[in-house]
């Protein structure tokens, strides 16, 4: 918690202090031998092997305007990735034709290595992706755990669905998540925004992902339920799943996230650990498709003018 | 009542009103109590009014409603409505909407009469037992490909239900005039007949209505234990034992109770005697007496009286078939995969897709589910009717989706229940044969059946807003 902590300072003063000094302040507090190089920082990627995702030119429009243009994006196994840009910027249409809910127009998705065609929801979980959405695509009218079995029904010998089993199972895990929760009978429009957010939280987890997409998770919670989505987010990296965290938030991504990824209007502007950037120069990615030196530029991003 | 005021173990729950902690204990719907009460309400008002206005015809409230004979013929009447309604609920729930089902009835009556009087009878010969055989699977299956035409409209050619099935409205009922020329198709075979619930052979009897109904309680008694047991499994919270209890003895007393009332119907007088004619059962001698439901010999002429010989109806087959119809689609609807999916759907159909929902696929078997239960429609229709017109099913759409909504549907989509519907379509039916009962122009039973409608749902948003 530390390290977030003294990088929000450039943050408060942003603006005026020019970009080398800042670049400055982060070497000196820096104790990554790559990171002071600075030069190379994506040569860590590529020396770890195959990713658990890569995504590479995945292009796709809708009536004319391109929502994904060429973006490419890889995610290692234990590795929290977090995709950062504008409303629009084309993030959550890139993480949707990943989970299956949109389809590609172009490009490649591979899964360790291997080219997959992922053409609906189906096909995404049964390759162990599972997503948790900004909307959180809760069926509000049934209760949490025929929500967290949406589409994977426990169900009895002769086939009828095994409701006793399947609220035990969500017991189990809803109290990993949120031990206060108690409101197992009833439908989950009556529920809080934080106690939804867990419901859809404890359906991605539950299923055994080997890559979990998250939309803004925190984006309904108060600061204690963050912290615990954050302490989960820990967890799972350590159990070897692979994340994409898709946040607002500057201070969460720089906070759980291992790498960065920003876009801009649909196009990829850069590539970088969290470790090689300041938040400044992350804004100034956001905001202008400003490339900084600690990153790797992608395609959107904005070509310096000699 | 002394029970109820039991102070639960639980001290969060003290607090409570008795009626509040009376429902939350039994887990019983209070909507589908409002529905049930206003049932009642609606009979007892019947029936004091028909009483005043026409007098005393042996009803529990001095008029002719609450009777055996009316009430056993209101569950005929309303049994092609009922089975019709449990499909739309299904729909409803699913955000969509069947407009045809009227017109698809009459298409399919007509498909099935013509099936059976031009093309099967003078092949096979009058009476074949593959007639009706052939004639019933042909009529569902023919219900059945209609819904998925609907239905694969609605989901793959992203027509909106409410235009491909105002479309179907339109374009069934012309075709149920070509293939009926205008006329009128009949008869319609012997054994057909019998899912009409017109004839003596539809009605089952005081010994096998009962034999059901100790049946039925038994499964109540089963469902409840068993449902307890699962309970105890996992560590849930139990219902107290009083409210077991208490809902075993009202689910068997209501069983019993509605049996009671179907044994007590007797055959018409004309029927009895020519049943006794017919298979050679001697009629005991007697006294001739105007209000009797029994036949006696007089001298050698047949007379209505008191004591005598008599048969009573018990349930009847239409009545039976909408029953195992409700309890069949009840089952779908909450104890299968099937089930969950169309309310999901309902609920949200954007996470349904999200969770690896064919929603397509679903809105096809949907329609064709409902397109079927037109068809067993069509079927207890016709044979009630012992011929097919293109006019049989006409309005019969508004009627299913009013006894839907009537039932605790929302159009929005997502709730509903199958006994909801089926209570509405009761409740409906009532209201029409009680004012018909009551001479009342049949322009006046369409107003208050659109008053009743727009009333329900009304009522249904005020408690829905109070609870929330």
């Known amino acids: 918690m530390a390290k977030p902590a003294k990088k929000t300072a450039p943050v408060r003063k942003a603006g005026a202090k020019p970009a080398a000094k800042k670049i400055a302040k982060v070497i000196e507090t820096h104790e ?21 995702v890569e ?15 060429r973006a490419s994006i890889d995610l290692h196994p234990g590795e929290v990735v977090g995709l950062l840009g504008h409303n629009g910027a084309g993030k959550s249409t890139l993480i949707k034709v990943l989970s299956g809910a949109y389809k590609r127009d172009a490009g490649q998705i591979m899964i360790e290595g291997n080219e997959v065609g992922i053409n609906n929801p189906r096909d995404a979980k049964s390759l162990g992706i599972e997503t948790i959405y900004q909307t959180l695509a809760l069926a509000d009218n049934v209760d949490a755990a025929a929500n967290l079995y949406l589409g994977r029904e426990l169900r009895t010998r002769i086939g009828t669905l095994d409701d006793v089993a399947m609220e035990a199972e969500t017991r189990k895990v809803m109290f990993r998540l949120n031990p206060n929760f108690r409101r197992f009978k009833e439908p989950v429009s009556k529920l809080s925004g934080g106690q939804r957010q867990s419901v859809a939280i404890a359906r991605a987890i539950h299923f055994n992902a080997r890559i979990l997409i998250m939309d803004e998770p925190t984006a309904a919670l108060g600061p204690q339920e963050t912290a615990q989505v954050g302490e989960l987010i820990k967890q799972l990296k350590a159990d070897g799943i692979g ?9 969460d991504v720089f906070d759980l996230a291992d790498r960065l990824v920003v876009m801009k209007n649909g196009k990829v502007v850069g590539t970088a650990h969290v470790k090689d950037v300041t938040q ?23 070509r310096e003018v000699a | 009542m002394s029970n109820i005021t039991n102070t639960s173990q639980n001290p969060a729950l003290q607090n409570e ?22 049932l009642i309400l609606i009979w007892c008002i019947f029936d004091i009014a028909s009483g005043v206005l026409r007098g005393n015809f042996g009803g529990l409230l001095g008029g002719s409603f609450l009777t055996p004979r009316n009430l056993w013929t209101l569950l005929v009447q309303t049994s092609s409505i009922a089975v019709m309604s449990t499909g739309m609920v299904l729909l409803i729930v699913m955000r969509q909407l069947d407009l045809s089902v009227g017109s698809m009835l009459s298409l399919v009556a007509v498909a099935g009469a013509v099936l059976q009087v031009f093309k099967l009878a003078p092949v096979l010969g009058v009476g074949h037992p593959a007639i009706w055989i052939l004639a019933v699977v042909a009529c569902i299956a023919l219900g059945a490909l209609i819904g998925a035409l609907n239905g694969a409209l609605t989901a793959y050619a992203k027509i909106p239900a409410f235009i491909v099935t105002l479309g179907g409205l339109l374009a069934y009922s012309g075709m149920a005039f070509y293939l ?27 010994f096998w209505s009962w034999v059901i109904a100790l049946v039925a309680c038994a499964a109540i008694i089963f469902g409840i234990v068993n449902g307890r047991r699962q309970r105890l499994r996992f560590n849930f919270p139990l219902r107290p034992i009083w409210a077991e209890t208490f809902l075993a003895a009202l689910g068997s007393f209501v069983v019993l109770g509605i049996t009671n009332v179907m044994n007590s119907y007797p055959w018409p007088f004309k029927l009895i005697e020519n049943y006794a004619k017919a298979n050679g059962v001697a009629i005991p001698p007697g006294i001739e007496n105007k209000d009797g439901t029994a036949v006696c010999m007089a001298g050698d002429q047949v007379v209505r009286c008191t004591e005598g010989l008599i ?7 239409p009545v039976l078939v909408a029953l195992i119809v409700g309890m069949l689609m009840t089952f779908l609807a909450t104890r299968t995969m099937f089930g969950r999916y169309v309310y999901a759907i309902g ?32 079927i207890i229709s016709s044979a009630r009717l012992n011929a097919a017109t293109n006019a049989l099913g006409l309005t019969n759409e508004l009627y299913v989706i009013a006894a839907t909504v009537i039932g605790g549907t929302s159009l929005a989509g997502g709730v509903g229940t199958i006994y909801g519907a089926m209570i509405g379509a009761l409740m409906m039916q009532s209201i029409i044969s009680g004012m018909s009962l009551l001479n009342l122009p049949a322009a006046f039973q369409n107003m208050v059946v659109g008053v009743v409608l727009v009333l329900a749902v009304w009522l249904d948003q005020l408690y829905s807003r109070r609870v929330k």
């Open chain 1, 32 to 52: 990554n031998p790559i990171a002071v190089k600075g030069a190379e920082p994506h040569m860590r990627a590529e020396n770890r092997g195959t990713p658990l």
């Open chain 1, 55 to 69: 995504m590479r030119d995945v292009s796709i429009a809708f009536g004319g305007i391109k929502a994904v243009d």
């Open chain 1, 243 to 251: 994340i994409f965290l898709i946040s607002h938030d500057l201070h």
């Open chain 1, 280 to 302: 400044d120069e992350v804004l100034g990615m956001i905001i202008a498709g400003k490339c900084p030196k600690g990153a790797v530029p992608g395609p959107g991003a904005l």
């Open chain 2, 17 to 38: 009103g008795a009626v509040k902690r009376f429902f939350r204990a039994t887990e019983i719907d209070p909507r589908m109590l409002g529905m049930i009460a206003a």
């Open chain 2, 180 to 206: 009926a020329k205008g006329e009128t198709v009949a008869p319609m075979d012997k054994t057909y007949e019998i899912f009409g619930g017109g004839i003596p052979i539809s009605w089952i009897g005081p």
């Open chain 2, 311 to 317: 048969y009573y109806t018990g349930y009847s087959l």
């Open chain 2, 347 to 378: 609920g949200n159909p954007e996470a349904a897709e999200l969770a690896g929902i064919n929603t397509k696929w679903m809105i096809v078997k949907v329609f064709a589910l409902m397109g079927a239960l037109v068809g067993i429609s069509s």
